[in-house]
């Protein structure tokens, strides 16, 4: 495979099904925020509120899920199916070990968004949120890492498909729960949470039959003594993967932090950020996707030493990325009023206002697609050539020490409010975004050419 098109084609059969599970995915958040805007404002400030809390624990277990996939992809580039087994049972070891350490901070969690300025029955109705979907953090980051390993041995879709049959799932169990059909209890955020744990656990249920079950996989007998430790495999997955957990905690928790900020403004600006941030995760999921497909491709290259693979596939997930970027300014640009309408009651004497500022939101956010593609991207190929720890200082700069400041300096000193703070995420992550794209070009060579 020696020329650009040959690698796009590569990419997009490998990404497709990976952006559209991240589609399905974002589809489950997307169902949870239109119907709790059809049940309140205040229900769906909490949920929008909630959503991003159980993101950021969520994240940190992510980047141990996420560390399994180069690591996945270059020993079966190797034909290692030992190694491959070793790192994906290990990165399950500690995707239940997080589970459990994290638990408190959902059952305190509303103690925590009090000192963090919300107000009490924001608070309240969060922490009601959090205390049930809480106990979907483990299947969620145990799905995390199956996905890593699946996608890595080119079983992409299945994932697709189990997400989707999730999203399904998500979306009868809130129509029942929320509003209290079919005879069930009317249960608001609660039937929302209750929603989100059946959905994560039926997902990742089917991911572990795949992965055990399938005849391509058997060789790797991945449940066969699972009890069984492997510490140096569980340091090579801890070792790759902390940074990783950092660098996207980094950055989920600028955004948590500029919802923080949104509270401070009320309930209507928090309702339309929470809005505007579930249309741009959904756009988004497209790059992450892509940049998923990047990191086993440029895992495999790294894994052979294939430098000249390396930048073809670089190259490749970045033309698609960008096609992407410029679809998305379009929409945000020209028709951001009808987005942000489908989440709210047509009755709502609320939704004109909410509707303008989540429009103000929007156009702001347009400006950001090419700088926050960018960073994901160079994000994924740096991964797949096994290189966490810098891009998570840089992550760690550029989000804290210029992003967050910036966000507050605009948006209250500069009196510009929503669209300040969201002018804030701009500055941080296109200074992230350009730090991690010159690491990449200029490293390549040399990662390739280091010794796993």
Request: hydrophobic letters at 60%; a neutral charge; glycine letters at 12%.
């Amino acid at each position: 495979m020696t020329t650009l098109s040959a690698h796009i084609r590569a990419t997009l059969t490998l990404g497709l099904p990976l952006i559209g599970g991240m589609l399905a995915q974002i589809a489950i958040t997307l169902t949870d925020t239109v119907m709790m805007g059809w049940y309140g404002v205040p229900e769906l400030a909490a949920v929008a509120l909630g959503g991003s809390y159980f993101h950021v624990v969520l994240i940190l277990g992510m980047g141990f899920g996420l560390a399994v996939m180069p690591m996945v992809a270059a020993a079966a580039a190797n034909d290692d199916r030992r190694q491959v087994r070793r790192i994906t049972r290990m990165g399950l070891w500690i995707a239940l070990m997080f589970s459990v350490l994290v638990l408190p901070l959902f059952w305190f969690s509303g103690a925590i968004l009090l000192a963090l300025g919300q107000t009490e029955i924001i608070a309240e109705m969060t922490q009601t949120y959090l205390r049930i979907a809480g106990f979907g953090i483990a299947p969620a980051v145990v799905m995390t890492v199956l996905r890593s390993h699946l996608s890595a041995l080119d079983h992409a879709r299945v994932v697709l498909w189990a997400t989707l049959a999730g999203a399904v799932l998500n979306a009868g169990l809130n129509w029942v729960l929320i509003f209290g059909n079919l005879g069930a209890p009317e249960l608001g955020v609660a039937g929302a949470a209750f929603a989100s744990v059946g959905t994560q656990a039926l997902i990742a249920l089917i991911l572990a039959l795949h992965a055990g079950l399938h005849r391509d996989l058997g060789q790797d007998t991945l449940f066969a003594r699972f009890w069984r430790p492997d510490w140096e495999a569980f340091a090579q997955v801890f070792r790759l993967g902390w940074p990783i957990a950092l660098t996207l905690l980094s950055e989920s928790g600028l955004f948590m932090a500029t919802m923080v900020m949104m509270g401070w403004l009320g309930p209507n600006p928090l309702a339309a950020h929470g809005i505007a941030l579930q249309i741009c995760s959904a756009t988004f999921m497209v790059h992450i996707g892509l940049s998923q497909a990047a990191t086993v491709r440029a895992g495999r290259a790294w894994g052979k030493r294939d430098v000249a693979g390396l930048r073809l596939a670089a190259a490749a997930a970045l033309i698609l990325s960008g096609g992407m970027v410029a679809l998305t300014i379009l929409a945000f640009v020209l028709i951001p009023e009808p987005m942000i309408g489908l989440f709210l009651d047509p009755t709502d004497p609320l939704r004109p206002e909410i509707i303008a500022i989540g429009v103000s939101l929007l156009l702001v956010a347009a400006l950001f697609q090419l700088a926050d593609a960018g960073q994901v991207m160079a994000l994924g190929l740096l991964r797949g050539a096994q290189d966490t720890r810098v891009p998570m200082i840089y992550a760690l700069v550029s989000y804290w020490g210029l992003g967050l400041p910036a966000a507050w300096v605009i948006g209250f000193p500069l009196g510009y409010g929503g669209p300040g703070i969201w002018a804030g995420l701009v500055v941080g992550l296109a200074f992230a975004g350009g730090l991690m794209m010159a690491r990449f070009w200029r490293g390549p060579a040399r990662i390739a050419a280091s010794p796993v």
